[in-house]
């Protein structure tokens, strides 16, 4: 991803390539009639994480690994973060935009084909992109809601 894209239309290939993206400028957004374009980061250290996603290897409880982007990142909250960061995962160049919060560890479970006990909780980091409180940058996540 040299240029800028929809978020809808990113891969696991352009996470790879640009490891942290954000959210383009207000005006570009005007432009494109669209809230959801990103491009890559100008680092891939970030002072200020807002408007960023930033790609990390998620270790799942089975002990495999994929990758998924984490966005609303708040640095140092990590109790804010439990509520408002989310995840973007991706398999087969289709994604699943994933919030603990909102979102029940079997949709996860049926995204990546596992059971949800090979799922949740998997664990994160991203601090090799941000400073800040590390409980904030990795982290165990839980899943809040359950479908039954």
Known sequence: MSVSKPAYALNSKDIERHPVCRYKS??????????GWVEPADSERIEDAYGHFFAAEVLLPDKSKVVALVGNTEPFEPKLN????????????K???????EHAAEDLAEFLGKPVEATIPFLFD???????????LAREVLAKRSRG
């Open 82 to 93: 439990e509520l408002v960061q989310f995840f973007v995962f991706f398999k087969n160049d």
């Open 126 to 136: 991203i601090t090799r992109y941000l400073a800040g409180d590390r409980r904030s």
């Open 26 to 35: 207000e005006e570009t957004l005007l432009a494109h009639g669209d809230e």
């Open 95 to 101: 994604q699943l935009r994933w919030h603990p919060e």
